[in-house]
């Protein structure tokens, strides 16, 4: 449920009328002069640098499109006043490697990601609608996910709106040197949960878009003890693996007051706990998580047999029998 309080008039709520129509900016509503007023959802300078315009991407409903194919409305003002400048920061600073993503403000990083995967999101709802719609049947999408999708859409407007976040982070960054292939694209996102995860050039990054930090307290010790280091690739999906899990079993909707001030907006969070006292995560479960790092780590070929064969303790990169740090360069895997 969102909690409007005698909203102001710019901030714009799409799943409110569930309009996804191409006529109407993706991100103000806004009435646009035609439909090709659109913009990449994956920039075009990242396409470029990976070769990535007639790579196929997989949609939920099985269908594929090229990454070029992904688009999504927007007038050019904003296009011009708010998303170009982000795109040119965040290039900026990509180029830069490591060292440039980590002098990154994490708001505009935040904004970015969620700009990409709220990109992701409006594609598959176009798609979902046009398939069912050919079947002659309604679309239908789960309350929480558009509770999910609805609060991610409106934090998202922090990059054109003065919207402020009170004292909380809405999500959790997790940020590695990575000794990559330099030609590989890894990118990797789970829509439902809004985890996202890149690597390339000489760094990895994970983030839980809509989770208050909390995935960060949850990791917190493992990634005190290796964000310093620099990781093997096997060694950041195998921590990515533990986010991408984590945030699967966080079982909280996390809800907002919202208070608009004058021109501005504040954006408070409600405490987690709320009424329930059970834990904000699921209980782990190691073969579930097995599977998760099978699938991870399809580059090297590790099978989930192998992986669980001491269900106890799964087979990790990252720390010995003994929790010890496996270093980068006692691992002889293909990069």
Not at 83 to 112: C, M, T
Not at 217 to 241: A, N, T
Not at 269 to 282: H, N
């Amino acid at each position: 449920m969102l909690i409007f309080a005698a909203m102001p008039a710019q901030i714009y709520a799409p799943f409110e009328k569930f309009n996804f129509s191409n006529n109407k900016c993706f991100l103000t509503g806004d009435a646009l002069q035609s439909e090709e007023e659109k913009i990449q959802v994956f920039p075009q300078w990242l396409m470029s640098l990976y070769n990535l315009e007639d790579q196929p991407f997989k949609l939920l409903d099985e269908s594929i499109a090229t990454y070029k194919d992904l688009k999504i409305p927007c007038s050019a003002h904003i296009n011009d006043a708010f998303l170009e400048p982000l795109e040119n920061e965040i290039a900026e600073a990509f180029s830069k490697g490591y060292e440039g993503v980590k002098a990154l403000d994490e708001l505009r990083l935040f904004q970015w990601t969620s700009k990409l995967l709220y990109g992701i999101i409006f594609n598959e709802i176009q798609s979902g609608i046009k398939m069912m719609h050919a079947q002659g049947e309604e679309f239908n999408i789960s309350q929480s996910i558009i509770h999910k999708f609805s609060h991610l859409h409106l934090m998202l407007q922090s990059v054109n709106l003065p919207i402020h976040f009170e004292e909380f982070k809405p999500f959790s960054l997790f940020l590695f040197k990575v000794d990559n292939n330099e030609t590989e694209f890894g990118y990797r996102d789970e829509i439902n949960t809004q985890t996202f995860a890149l690597r390339i050039k000489d760094f990895g990054m994970v983030i839980c878009l809509q989770d208050n930090n909390t995935n960060f307290s949850y990791h917190r010790k493992i990634y005190d003890q290796i964000k310093d280091d620099v990781l093997h690739p096997i060694q950041f999906e195998e921590f990515s693996g533990r986010v991408f899990y984590s945030n699967y079993l966080f079982n909280r909707l996390p809800e907002y007051n919202i208070l608009p001030v004058g021109e501005d907006v504040y954006i408070e969070d409600m405490p987690l706990r709320g009424i329930s006292s059970k834990p904000l995560f699921d209980e782990w479960t190691n073969k579930i998580y097995g599977q998760v790092l099978e699938n991870f780590w399809k580059n090297w070929g590790f099978l989930l047999l192998e992986i669980i064969k001491n269900p106890e303790k799964p087979m990790s990169f990252l720390f010995d029998a003994d929790g010890n740090k496996i270093s980068a360069n006692s691992i002889e895997l293909p990069r």
